[in-house]
């Protein structure tokens, strides 16, 4: 198993390099970058959503899942951007977004056209909101489509529809879809909240989010998939995104013997500083995250694969949010980085994280572009929040602070683009470089790679058992 002394690095293409100067991160961007990744000493990119999308979720609302949006690039450039990878023995995964697509995919036009379309059961429609679910990102989960009056499920945004995996036509497309990424070269998937994909048996009321984390034929749709997509091919990655996924369940999902998924991303570790939702956000208690880690490295210690992250897309900058981002900017980053590389399971690191990139600094609700924050800021203020306490309490934990450009120099755009960067850049770019990085012994960036360095060449970095000291030490 390959992938246990791995490395993985997620690049988020909108936020990366843009090489035509209109503000958004392109795959031609990424190509021309490729030797910093190279040289990071990473196995395997991860690319966040590339495919035609209208963008109302930064891509993972997906209108064409064999085609690239427009503003990312064409086939042509995804081609010699794997072919780059590939010379420098990096392999690449994708991002498989089969939960929802965008509801101005070919499929949904059809699906909503009239209760006979042959595709209406290909999503979930119901003559009124059979439960009282709410969408991830605000509201309900039920939206009234004018074509035929009747109402459409949509765990995330509205621009989401969910589909119905229910329909086996539905999982014969998906999987026929991933055939072909696959016969183009591709390594493997990232899959997004694939957990949510089996929905809970008529659909009852109650909190939207835990009813549909475990549903019941969860298992038999990942093994089915393997069975028709994954079986004979060598040397592929494959990682869940599940959200709500407990230790139990993880060890059935990694482990081999079932062929589900190779590993999962669980949730525990990076909601151990909010209460009720993410918005509740108060300090970390260091106990609280030794005692969930800890519980993680026993629970897959026999069984299954931990992967291994803190940041991503979705998550603030783990230097801002569990270190210090000030005077011991450098030392924190490092040590969060020791932390990481060092328990057992595959390593995810997120672009910019070898930098010891910070947090934006989200002043103005103008700042804001994530449709999460923005949804939240627009309810908050509408039950007669104060903006200035709705955006405080935004502040810490949008996902915006994740997806400010790559600090690629000291340069007014930090080197990202030549154009108006579609989110701002942050203000500390000048110092924050990988120039500088590159140039200093001690950087974060050298302790990345000195640690990828470990992961390769130390068997117990990578396979080591794991005990855990001091677990009621508050220091
Ligand atoms: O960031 C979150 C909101 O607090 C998470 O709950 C997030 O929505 C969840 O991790 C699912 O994330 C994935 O699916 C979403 C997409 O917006 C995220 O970017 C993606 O990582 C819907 O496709």
Do not use: C
């Not at 390959?2 to 209109?22: K, M």
């Not at 309900?140 to 945004?157: C, I, K, M, N, Q």
């Not at 590993?263 to 208690?285: A, I, N, Y």
């Not at 470990?454 to 068997?459: D, I, Q, S």
């Amino acid at each position: 198993m390959w992938f246990r002394s791995a490395v993985v690095y997620q690049i988020y293409p909108r936020s990366f390099a843009d090489s035509d100067g209109d503000g958004v991160g392109d795959l031609r961007g990424i190509i021309g970058r490729l030797d910093h990744v190279a040289t990071l000493g990473v196995d395997v990119v991860w690319l966040s959503p590339i495919y035609a999308s209208p963008q109302d979720d930064a891509g993972y609302d997906i209108s064409d899942y064999q085609d690239i949006d427009p503003v990312f690039g064409t086939l042509a450039d995804f081609d010699e951007l794997l072919a780059g990878l590939h010379e420098r023995g990096i392999k690449l995964i994708m991002d498989l977004v089969v939960n929802h697509t965008s509801d101005e995919h070919a499929w949904f036009a059809e699906s909503r056209s009239s209760v006979d379309a042959p595709k209406r059961d290909w999503y979930w429609w119901r003559r009124s909101p059979p439960n009282d679910w709410r969408s991830f990102f605000s509201g309900p989960a039920w939206e009234r489509d004018e074509a035929t009056g009747e109402y459409y499920l949509h765990l995330f945004s509205r621009k989401q529809p969910d589909l119905n995996w229910e329909n086996p036509e539905v999982r014969e497309a998906i999987y026929a879809m991933m055939r072909w990424w696959l016969d183009r070269g591709v390594d493997g998937f990232r899959m997004d909240v694939i957990n949510l994909i089996s929905k809970p048996p008529g659909l009852p009321s109650g909190d939207s989010f835990a009813l549909n984390a475990h549903g019941p034929r969860l298992h038999e749709f990942l093994q089915e998939m393997h069975r028709e997509v994954f079986d004979g091919h060598d040397g592929l990655l494959t990682v869940g995104e599940m959200p709500g996924v407990t230790v139990e369940e993880a060890r059935l999902f990694t482990d081999p013997a079932r062929r589900e998924v190779d590993m999962v991303f669980q949730f525990e570790h990076v909601q151990v500083d909010q209460g009720t939702s993410k918005w509740d956000h108060h300090p970390l208690r260091l106990t609280d995250l030794k005692a969930t880690l800890g519980r993680w490295q026993a629970g897959l210690a026999d069984v299954g694969w931990n992967s291994l992250y803190w940041n991503n897309h979705d998550q603030p900058r783990v230097v801002s949010r569990f270190g210090d981002d000030g005077a011991y900017r450098v030392r924190s980053a490092k040590l969060l980085a020791t932390i990481l590389h060092l328990h057992r399971g595959t390593p995810y690191v997120y672009q910019g994280e070898e930098l010891g990139m910070t947090n934006a600094p989200l002043e103005r609700v103008t700042d804001l572009r994530d449709i999460e924050s923005l949804n939240h800021y627009a309810e908050r203020v509408a039950l007669g929040g104060d903006p200035q306490a709705v955006l405080a309490e935004i502040r810490p934990m949008s996902r915006d602070n994740a997806r400010t450009p790559m600090q690629w120099d000291a340069s007014a755009k930090a080197g990202f683009t030549t154009g108006e960067p579609w989110i701002a850049v942050n203000p500390n770019h000048a110092e924050i470089t990988p120039a500088a990085a590159v140039a200093a012994p001690d950087s974060v960036y050298h302790h990345y790679r000195r640690l990828h360095e470990l992961r390769h060449t130390e068997p117990v970095v990578a396979l080591g058992d794991f005990t855990m000291l001091l677990a009621r030490d508050e220091r």
